[in-house]
């Protein structure tokens, strides 16, 4: 069955009279014809029973209706009402359909669909390596990281406002809890997600370690072997990390972690005992150092005064205090290969300080990674390394876009 027929002959011109609403979404579905998608995925959903819609192309055209804002699956109709525009379209019954013939196929139909959109994924990365010569690398302040390919764990609470399925009181009212991984490289691409309940918690070990395999999974084979995957504080856990030191340890393979790592007693212990002068100054987004002009400062706003600027930022490892202080190593049980820094900065206008942190006005906030101590060139630098943590927020964004494409109306029951 051809079901990518309906964009022959299709032209865009400016010239044209009147409006069509939802025009853009020719555009969305037209990409997902041409990356493969919609075969993949007719192929994935293909049953000897003569259909009149091809159940790969209804499949397709809900997850564009999702993007263009859909909230509910009757949202569906804005396709099958533009004829003229998108050619047949199934009808919302029949989307219904083909969504519980999905849900009957259990495991095996997930699968089949996973692989359908992998094989798409590569061959629009293949495109666009083609066309400009490798994969966009990861922006770290001033510096680029090229040649290495860097996922992003994170969770998130979306709000449920009527009685779906998983949805549950949590601490920001009732909904679900998903977990989801992207990559930084593509613009924060959707790699793997996991639709949890709402009450689940925020550092499942077993979680994570299942969404960070399938993230590894759904990449290109030739975008496995050097990796970088980042997790903020909530989401870490000793599983997680052990994990991550396991892959990183396979032949052939580099996998770098960054994720977040608690202040407790033991960390409090080791920043009382960093000499002032073992502090660096940090970089900001751009590359430059943290700092401000003082209040007291001269007139001249260029000058070189050192009482005229203020460092609002340091960064230092803590790894050599927790591993042979005082009290002795405090990180055994823990990767050899994992590194603790710590990071403080000055607080903004009304921000909530510990009681350790209120004590010398500084807010500070640690992480662990494995990029071992050798590493040579600005990548080794203590200020880059804060940097390529920090920018672990990004993932941020592209949750926040999820949610307007679908992500925080999951899932549906109207």
Excluded at 24 to 47: C, I, Q, W
Aim: aromatic share 6%; net charge positive; glycine share 12%.
């Amino acid at each position: 069955m051809q079901v990518t027929g309906w964009s022959r002959g299709l032209e865009v011109s400016g010239g044209g009279q009147g409006v069509v609403s939802h025009a853009g979404l020719v555009l969305l579905r037209y990409l997902a014809d041409k990356t493969g998608l919609t075969g993949g995925l007719s192929r994935a959903l293909a049953t000897p029973r003569i259909l009149v819609h091809d159940r790969g192309r209804v499949l397709a055209d809900l997850a564009c209706a999702v993007a263009d804002g859909a909230r509910v699956i009757s949202d569906f109709r804005v396709m099958s009402d533009q004829r003229e525009l998108f050619g047949l379209v199934a009808s919302v019954p029949t989307a219904w359909r083909t969504l519980a013939e999905i849900a009957r196929g259990g495991a095996r139909a997930d699968r089949r669909i996973t692989a359908a959109v992998s094989m798409a994924r590569r061959h629009a990365w293949a495109q666009g390596v083609a066309r400009h010569g490798g994969l966009p690398g990861v922006r770290l302040a001033d510096k680029m990281l090229d040649g290495v390919v860097c996922i992003r764990l994170d969770a998130t609470v979306t709000v449920a406002h009527s009685d779906k399925e998983l949805a549950e009181a949590n601490f920001k009212g009732y909904g679900h809890h998903p977990l989801v991984a992207v990559c930084d490289n593509t613009g924060g691409e959707p790699l793997a997600w996991m639709l949890r309940r709402g009450s689940a918690g925020s550092n499942t070990a077993a979680d994570h370690i299942g969404l960070a395999d399938a993230a590894i999974a759904a990449l290109p084979p030739g975008f496995r072997r050097k990796l970088m995957v980042t997790c903020d504080g909530a989401g870490a856990s000793h599983a997680l990390v052990a994990h991550l030191d396991k892959l990183a340890g396979r032949r052939g393979f580099e996998l770098t972690y960054s994720v977040g790592w608690v202040l407790g007693e033991r960390e409090k212990a080791a920043l009382r005992l960093v000499p002032e002068h073992a502090w660096q100054i940090a970089i900001d987004g751009r590359g430059e150092v943290r700092e401000r002009r003082a209040d007291d400062a001269c007139a001249n706003s260029s000058c070189a005064h050192r009482a005229c600027w203020i460092e609002e930022a340091h960064v230092t490892e803590l790894t050599g205090l927790l591993r042979e202080g005082p009290a002795g190593d405090q990180l055994a049980g823990w990767p050899e290969t994992m590194r603790i820094f710590a990071r403080r900065e000055r607080p903004h206008p009304g921000a909530q300080l510990t009681l350790f942190e209120a004590a010398d006005g500084w807010r500070y906030s640690l992480w662990a990674t494995n990029r071992p101590a050798a590493t040579k060139g600005w990548l080794g630098q203590s200020a880059y390394l804060d940097a390529a943590h920090r920018v672990h927020a990004r993932v941020e964004d592209a949750i926040r876009t999820g949610k307007q494409a679908g992500l925080g109306h999951f899932p549906s029951v109207l």
